[in-house]
T-cell receptor, first 115, second 110 residues
Framework: NAGVMQNPRHLVRRRGQEARLRCSPM?????VYWYRQLPEEGLKFMVY????????ESGMPKERFSAEFPKEGPSILRIQQVVRGDSAAYFC?????????????FGQGTRLTVV | AQRVTQPEKLLSVFKGAPVELKCNYS??????LFWYVQYSRQRLQLLLR??SRESIKGFTADLNKGETSFHLKKPFAQEEDSAMYYC????????????FGSGTKLNVKP
């Protein structure tokens, strides 16, 4: 089991472009969480998804950000028309069905830089 | 409002010295408190949680509801303890949403 895999590890985008961040959960995990870490700040919850469902997106900015976790394939965090303030590390975590949060495992993160 | 505060960005100690990483929180309900660790170039991993009352790698943490603190302690630091440490909080009714502190970098010098 390779663990939670995030790609790319580093992503550079110009202002106005789109950024797509991918997260493949651990085998057998059906719950995915996305967190953002701005420079000099702690991790902030963005969205919690189960297969094909968004359970809690209360931490997602209202515009330009979206997330999905399709039946097949990785979870995608999509940022449209990126701005400099989107530069951050984005972490994904996954947990098994029925498990509490403390069973979640983190990926190594994607560092997004907007130039 | 829910908040986790880690007042120290960097903590440097010598090998064998005691270490205490501070964590204070604010939460309106009954919180669950956790410590996560991130070693260099590795992913975040759970270190310990207060409900387990466990000691992991010699680290312990006691939840002090009166002082709203959950400080992480180890009596004798080792070089391999050097890492980023994050204190986190979650509500018992909301296990899917964590509030993280900004992290403390622990540097254990030989």
């Amino acid at each position: 089991n390779a663990g939670v895999m995030q790609n790319p590890r580093h992503l550079v985008r110009r202002r106005g472009q789109e950024a797509r961040l991918r997260c493949s959960p651990m085998k057998g995990h059906s719950h995915v969480y996305w967190y953002r870490q701005l420079p000099e700040e702690g991790l902030k919850f963005m969205v919690y998804l189960q297969k094909e469902n968004i359970i809690d997106e209360s931490g997602m900015p209202k515009e330009r950000f979206s997330a999905e976790f399709p039946k097949e394939g990785p979870s995608i965090l999509r940022i449209q028309q990126v701005v400099r303030g989107d530069s951050a590390a984005y972490f994904c975590a996954s947990s098994p069905p029925g498990g509490s949060w403390t069973e979640a495992f983190f990926g190594q993160g994607t560092r997004l830089t907007v130039v | 409002a829910q908040r986790v505060t880690q007042p120290e960005k960097l903590l440097s100690v010598f090998k064998g010295a005691p270490v205490e990483l501070k964590c204070n929180y604010s939460y309106s309900g009954s919180p669950e408190l956790f410590w996560y660790v991130q070693y260099s170039r590795q992913r975040l991993q759970l270190l310990l949680r207060h409900i387990s009352r466990e000691s992991i790698k010699g680290f312990t943490a006691d939840l002090n509801k009166g002082e709203t603190s959950f400080h992480l302690k180890k009596p004798f630091a080792q070089e391999e303890d050097s890492a980023m440490y994050y204190c986190a909080l979650s509500g018992r009714q909301n296990f899917n949403k964590f509030y993280f502190g900004s992290g403390t970098k622990l540097n254990v010098k030989p």
